[in-house]
């Protein structure tokens, strides 16, 4: 058995895409995951199962999220190997709190390259650090007004990739242990 965490887009935002974690739950079990465990209401689902075929993984879970909640729910599947080296390789004095910002940008295959940096318009401000399937990007909150995070949403990048805070991604770190 593997362990897997499914990484769900644009979920329970602003009212929009409501997606009871109890229901995403039974939707994991009913494809024959087991362990299944939701973490935070943004869609992070840790579940165990035989498949290595993460590809195929993400096929069939988006068909069923799709089926059983009536819309598309991209999804990202990350296995707990890559988790713990992303969460190893995240420098510790990068934290979410009230002195800094770090998000952890989980990219769909066709953007998971360090290039990808490069199409993100940053300033000085930014620090982004491309770790295998995810860019992590951490700016001072004093600096946020400066930082291109302002600029990021719509654009190419980020319509491929969810994101996650640091906390959340060290806490599913854990948990997949």
């Known amino acids: 058995m593997a362990k897997y965490v499914a990484l769900l887009r644009g979920i329970n935002v602003g009212g929009n895409k409501k997606v009871e974690m109890a229901k995403l739950k039974k939707v994991f079990e009913s494809l024959g995951y087991e362990n299944v465990t939701t973490y935070i209401n943004s869609g992070n689902v840790i579940f165990e199962t035989a498949e290595k075929d993460a590809p195929l993984l993400v096929k069939n879970i988006e068909r069923a999220l799709g089926k059983t909640f009536g819309f598309e729910i991209k999804t990202i599947v990350r296995d707990s ?13 990068w934290e979410n709190d009230t002195e800094q910002k770090t998000d952890v940008l989980f990219l769909w295959d066709e953007f998971d390259t360090k290039k990808t940096i490069g199409l993100i318009t940053t300033s000085k401000v930014d620090t982004l650090q491309y770790i295998t399937g995810a860019i992590v990007w951490n700016v001072r909150r004093s600096d946020y007004a400066k930082s291109g995070m302002q600029k990021f949403i719509g654009t190419k990048v980020y319509k491929n990739m969810t994101a996650r805070n640091v906390n959340t991604v060290r806490k599913m770190g854990e948990m997949m242990k």
């Not at 190997?81 to 004095?93: E, G, H, S, Y």
């Open 81 to 93: 190997k890559n988790i713990q080296k992303l969460c190893k390789a995240i420098p510790r004095a």
